[in-house]
């Protein structure tokens, strides 16, 4: 069975507010899409923060002492890592133009998620905006999964994505960063290979390489395609959280 | 347009000496698949290994000093960590159950890449068999792709995928570890968003991305669909490599 991954067309510019559930059901008819059970729609982090109301306008920001000491090493705005402060539990690498950190939703990322593109301006540096990830992207995944399940009446999954870096490979990649009625992980442990050997490494991560391929199809430049529908995941809808992706920390050997 | 991932039906087991871009185009042909421009064909790692001869005997092995103290730090088969070291710049790190190398391709990987699963198995431990990783798979991939563009006529990308675990979270994906025809990774600095602002953080990973949805169709349990065809990659085709990837060791900040 082959995977199909189709950008939803004619998905409005979201507000803080606005039912994210309603506009997606909206672009998918319009998409000429009709929802199937095991269909999966994947989001693009910055619709869901900005319905969500994670604007913060940097003029309302007064950096700390440590937020402008570490904002001259890093060479950023010292309102904008105060912010990253407040999203991060850790600071795990700075350095000029670079701040790596674990962000307090578990996973490490740079700049706390923090995003300053496709974020209305108005016309002068007062009314600049950054974006901070949604509070809890399980939960937000979870709430317009129901809505969406409720009008269709199919069974879905619902994902929210970001793009992050990888420790050793040039360029980033779509990542999950909240998810639901969808697996995080699928454990093939103790499953045959085709000479009846027992499969050696075999955790695999499908939410991050569904969050790969919708990435793919969604694009980064902003182009109005924040929604991606996806149909044909190959594994059974169960539900899994962004909690099942993060290494334990005992566990980790690169910090 | 929409991304489309077809796992190829028909691949038969491959053995050392075929000829992957007939047993493909013959797989393409039973999966009633006409090549397009601009398709990619993705290739998991052990058909290209196999095809390559890439397998090795284990009694055949002896390991050397170093190898016999690693694997008794490790766990694992001293004859296998002996042919890791032989296909790796250096070792990262290496706990019971873990060996994380630099492989002589230039990624970070866990058992540089040799594999015990799906690997021919005679009657006695004396012809068990472990499988390295294609010598160049930017090569491989090149070869099969202009075998492939001579019999249809078309413009086409091929990648060679392996499955690679993550520093920080739980759970392999499909990582590309060559290709050709087809770009490792997208520059998309300078592009604006819907609102003017430059593109921070835009050099994306598109091969990787590929090769993360390619990994959801064919799976891991070696179910018989090592070949994955897809239609509407969303960027043009040019060219590609490996190297392009592999993040200089003077910009790895976690080693």
Redesign the interface.
Known sequence: M??????LTGMP?VAAGDDLAALIASSLGASGIALEDNDILILGQKIVSKAEGRQVRLAAVTPGQRAREIAELVEKDPRVVELMLGESRTIL?A?PG?I?VEHRLG??C??AGI???????GEDAHEEFVLLLPQDPDRSAAAIRMALEASSGKRLGVMVID?H???????????CIGLSGLP??VD?RG?????G??????????A??????A???M??????TPVVHAR???YPLQDGSLR????PIEQ???R
Chains 1, 2 share one sequence.
Do not use: C, Y
């Open positions: 082959s995977l199909s991954l189709s950008p510019l690498r350095r670079t790596i996973f490490i740079a700049n995003d300053h593109s496709n974020v209305s301006q793009s870096g990888r420790a050793w490979r040039v360029g980033t990649v779509g990542t995080a992980l093939q499953w045959k290979d085709l000479f050997h027992t499969l050696r490494s075999t955790i695999v991560g499908v991050d390489e569904l969050a790969a391929a990435s793919l199809v694009g980064q430049a902003g182009e109005g044909g995941f190959p099942d992706m993060i290494r980790d050997l690169f």
